[in-house]
């Protein structure tokens, strides 16, 4: 099995539970199940939901069977269902991850798979810092480039909506050395990961689930409802 059948293989317990609400944004999609999970939704023209308009009441098994496919809408839906099974774990910690990462930055190759707001604080700690993107922005590196940057990284920061894009699993496979972490919304604590050879987990508890859904289904971004989040990080015993 793969890291995806894991995923679903671990939450079998949650299989029969009801999806009660579903909801595809622009920029971001919503479930909610047991609780609300969210993913960042992609998506392209040719994408078709067949049982659209008819999701609500499905079994959560059914739903998580999207992640399985090569329909980057129906694996948004599907990680955001997955998402939506857990509570805030027992054991966790409140940080904010960038700021850990400058804190473990000095003299270190840093990667971030993702583009995020780096300080130029970390930019100065750290020996380099290279941003892989799907679509670079100035100073960026187009994310083809992975298979040759990451295995000699120190420190690898991979953003959670890869497990949305399909690209999660192979990236992971890339790593040789040093501290992977997956952060951000779309992040599952799922210690699934640690698996996967994933060193850190950033997730998020939706902390106010109906503004949640009603924000992404009105097309709202992480900003519109980044307050109504919980931010937690689960680590490996070892780290």
């Known amino acids: 099995m793969g890291l995806y059948e894991d995923l679903i293989e671990s939450v079998k317990t949650y299989h029969n539970e009801v999806v009660k609400d579903v909801r595809v944004g622009v920029v971001w999609s919503a479930v909610k199940s047991k609780g609300v999970g969210i993913s960042l939704t992609y998506s392209n023209i040719y994408d078709e939901v067949e049982d659209a308009g008819n999701l609500v009441g499905k079994s959560v098994k059914e739903l998580l069977q999207y992640m399985l496919t090569f329909n980057l809408t129906k694996v948004s839906i599907g990680v955001a269902t997955f998402n939506s099974l857990f509570d805030k774990p027992k054991k966790y910690e409140n940080v904010n991850m960038l700021d850990y990462i400058e804190s473990i930055a000095d003299n270190k190759r840093v990667v971030f798979v993702g583009h995020f707001p780096i300080s130029e604080s970390l930019r100065k700690r750290a020996k380099e810092v290279i941003i892989l993107e799907r ?11 992975a298979y040759y940057i990451i295995p000699d990284a120190d420190i690898v920061a991979i953003t959670g909506s ?78």
């Open 135 to 145: 679509t670079p922005r100035e100073g960026d590196t187009i994310d083809t480039a």
């Open 162 to 239: 890869t497990l949305s894009n399909k690209s999660l699993e192979s990236l992971l496979s890339l790593k040789r050395k040093g501290i992977t972490i997956v952060f951000g919304p779309s992040t599952p604590p799922s210690s699934v990961l640690f698996d996967y050879s994933v060193d850190i987990i950033g997730a998020s508890i939706v902390k106010n689930p109906q503004f949640v859904l009603d924000a992404i289904s009105q097309g709202g971004k992480l900003s519109n409802f980044k307050k109504h989040l919980e931010y937690i990080v689960l680590k490996k015993e070892a780290i």
